[in-house]
């Protein structure tokens, strides 16, 4: 084979370029990111205005992450990359809780709160009371699990996307179960809303008539010593948006009936359980 690429030998000769120490585990994502990439290339045959269409995509994506913002983690949620990824690390027995996708607005150390606090800091919303139990693949408590609660506000919104508008902390608390493993919470019933749409991804979306929405989910995170920690959401039933979440993160057995109470103070309860597996 000679050394200089041609339409037919171009991601051969790319990979024996490789050095032969390489580490192995990169050596083989690398031949395949590019044999896959190739193989796309020769698929789309792309014309060289189109190629420069999505450098300049994916250099807008780039210039517009920062600390604050990943469009890139936004890009893999959109082609539901995240979600796979997810679900090929996180492969669990039945009975065991599902992750569902991280998403950007999770932020470390927000307060401990005491059990049956509310975390709804801005008057907003209706309330809800969480209850459940943090469980054991055996059907056993688990004492000194921590949730780690967030959800938007009512207008749909997280507080780290409205700073100095909304209370710092808004609809964020950590928990810790006690010897029964239960937790309780007064939340709001969280409201369905667009992810962040005025970058690139957002034109790309709205390019593929694709439209931005997430079915309204209250986020959870949950520890415990010796078990695989759960990243998930449980979603609000009858949402319009659990069929076309646009990060794909709906699984059924998160989707939760938000129940009336006869309690004017919090007319919703919704109640879920967390089962964790053994490391
Ligand atoms: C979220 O649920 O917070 C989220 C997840 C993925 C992308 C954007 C937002
Ligand atoms: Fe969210």
Redesign the pocket.
Known sequence: MSDYLTEDNSAETVNARMGKSTNPRLRQVMHSMVEHLHAFIKDVEPTQEEWEVAIDFLTRTGQISDDRRQEYI?LS?VLGVSMLVDAINHRRPDGATENT?F???HVDGAPRRAMGDSISLDGKGELCLYTGRVLDLDGQPIAGATVDVWSDNADGY?DVQQPGEQPEWNNRGVFTTGADGAYRFVGIKPVSYP??NDGPVGQMLEKVERHPW?PA?M?FLVSADGHEQIVT?IFVAGDDYLQSDV?F?VKDSLIVDYRRTANAETPWAAEFDFVMKKL
């Open positions: 936004l949620d996708v998403g950007p607005f997280y992810i962040p997430r989910h986020h959401h990060v993160g």
